[in-house]
């Protein structure tokens, strides 16, 4: 779903009233606050997991598009492909499912940072150490991607969040393994 996958990892902005998952639950388990982003398959949502009141990322397919065959494959191909994975630098799924409408959604860890693009773009040059450092992250999360037999196939800045962690400046999450 590499279409509305951009738009959620650098700006937050809220948009209640808009849409009609704002403020509901879905699968009894996910509040939903925002959208997030919005492409061609489906949107993307800063949710809150009610059971442990922790944030995450919900992408919801376009009912529309649950009649298609083809698309559902894919979405289906991105929560497993991304659920196989279990890096410290590579996004976790947490949850895959049907809502009781025949909504389908994926549930992932919520990110806060900013995206390589517009990292590079706000502080553009950055040293060479740096450049070292999260390139060095982005390389073993897909080390550990193509041990575990997927291929991002989509791999740029925009897929590529940085945030700080623990203390620690530019830690990396590799996104989107949508079409893997």
């Known amino acids: 779903m590499a279409e509305c ?24 388990k996910y509040r939903v606050e925002m959208m997030l982003g919005e492409g061609g398959m489906g949107k ?16 919801v397919l376009r009912q529309a598009l649950l009649s298609d065959e083809r698309t ?4 289906q191909r991105e929560a497993k492909a991304a659920s196989r994975l279990n890096h410290p630098n590579s996004i976790s799924v947490m949850d895959f499912g049907q809502t009781a409408e025949g909504a389908l ?24 150490s740096r450049a070292i450092r999260i390139m060095s992250q982005v390389l073993a999360a897909l ?26 400046a530019d830690f990396v999450k590799v996104l989107d393994f949508g079409i893997a």
């Open 5 to 28: 996958s951009e738009a959620w990892k650098t700006v937050e902005l809220p948009v209640a009233g808009v849409d009609d998952y704002i403020g509901k639950l879905v699968a009894s």
């Open 44 to 59: 993307v949502y800063k949710a809150t997991q009610v059971a442990l009141d922790k944030p995450v990322v919900l992408k």
């Open 72 to 75: 559902v494959a894919r979405f």
């Open 105 to 128: 959604y994926i549930a992932m860890e919520f990110v806060q940072g900013v995206d390589l693009h517009a990292l590079l773009v706000r502080e553009w040059p950055i040293l060479e």
């Open 143 to 168: 080390a550990d991607a193509h041990n575990a037999g997927v291929i991002h196939r989509d791999l740029k800045p925009e897929n590529i969040m940085v945030e700080q962690r623990r203390g620690e």
